[in-house]
């Protein structure tokens, strides 16, 4: 199945379809969990993500559906946002111990890796998993039936996916100005967010212009993938303020601490750069473009 808008389509038939086919996959992760339930939760996830984010490029078309889904979504995600925050320590931990600048930093982020993975497979064995992405599955199932009640409301689709695009761009100009002038975690990660939606965008309007949308969706997924490390080193670093004992004796956590400082100044370094290369269009006539392109696309 292709993830992309046609213009030449029927415009509610076809972010329906989209719409769909992202539950339909959050679904089969959920209930068949080939690599286990983190991985599957993880995979559900971002199926989230990119219907949230399709519902944020079509808003215009139906402002009352895309708030109730995105809340609906939202919720959903948030009650399994614990497991996959679990994981996601694991991984981030791995990565600083390849970016570690000794051997000594080395071996300590791999001792740290595998107490996080003891600590998970014990809160596994104790938490009611099953029961957690059942509701899950009963929630994307409801979202699922709720995807037939999306009516555009006589717009042209040209004027939706434009007004889309130029609000998500103007909040992603105020996430890039905010994180640079504080260097805050919060704004960093609402630049993310913000950046997924670029990224997605690219991705459902890829037939306008392929060629050029490709390349701006490869350069927004790298800087949300950069991102998304950023992320999760400031997560580490509040669950090793408030949990230090799970991570091993104080050497270990020394070593740790010098390499999240390490590589997450590397790190927003590259990010700002790329944004500001990004998000540097004015989003108004980026928009224009869109919808220009779009008409065009339609009427071919």
Not at 232 to 257: K, N, Q, R, V, Y
Request: contains cysteine; charged residues 30%; proline residues 3%.
């Amino acid at each position: 199945m292709r993830f992309t808008i046609r213009p030449d389509k029927a415009f509610g038939k076809e972010v329906r379809r989209l719409a769909a086919g992202y539950l339909d996959r959050a679904i089969a992760s959920l209930e068949q969990q080939p690599d286990g339930p983190h991985e599957a939760v993880h995979a559900a996830r971002k199926q989230f993500k990119r219907l949230r984010g399709l519902y944020r490029l079509v808003a215009e078309a139906d402002k009352a559906f895309q708030e109730a889904e995105n809340e609906r979504i939202g919720g959903i995600a948030r009650a399994l946002a614990g497991l996959r925050d679990t994981t996601s320590r694991i991984e981030i931990t791995r990565h600083l111990a390849v970016a570690a600048g000794t051997a000594e930093e080395h071996m300590a982020l791999i001792r740290i890796c595998e107490r996080l993975i003891a600590r998970r497979d014990q809160e596994g064995n104790g938490t009611p998993l099953a029961e957690m992405i059942g509701a899950a599955i009963d929630g994307c199932r409801d979202a699922r039936d709720a995807v037939k009640m999306f009516r555009p409301d006589g717009g042209a689709a040209a004027e939706i996916v434009a007004k889309g695009w130029e609000r998500t761009a103007r909040k992603a100009q105020r996430a890039f100005a905010d994180a640079r002038a504080t260097g805050d975690a919060e704004n960093f990660h609402t630049l993310r967010k913000r950046t997924q939606d670029r990224w997605m965008h690219c991705g459902f309007l890829v037939d306008l212009w392929p060629a050029a949308l490709r390349s701006s969706q490869v350069e927004a997924k790298r800087l949300v993938d950069l991102l998304g490390l950023n992320q999760d080193i400031a997560l580490l670093g509040t669950f090793a303020d408030h949990h230090p004992d799970a991570l091993g004796p104080s050497e270990d956590l020394s070593h740790l601490l010098s390499v999240m400082i390490a590589e997450g100044d590397r790190i927003r370094g590259d990010v700002l750069k790329l944004a500001a290369d990004i998000f540097r269009d004015d989003p108004a006539g980026d928009a224009r473009r869109v919808a220009a392109l779009w008409r065009l696309a339609a009427k071919a």
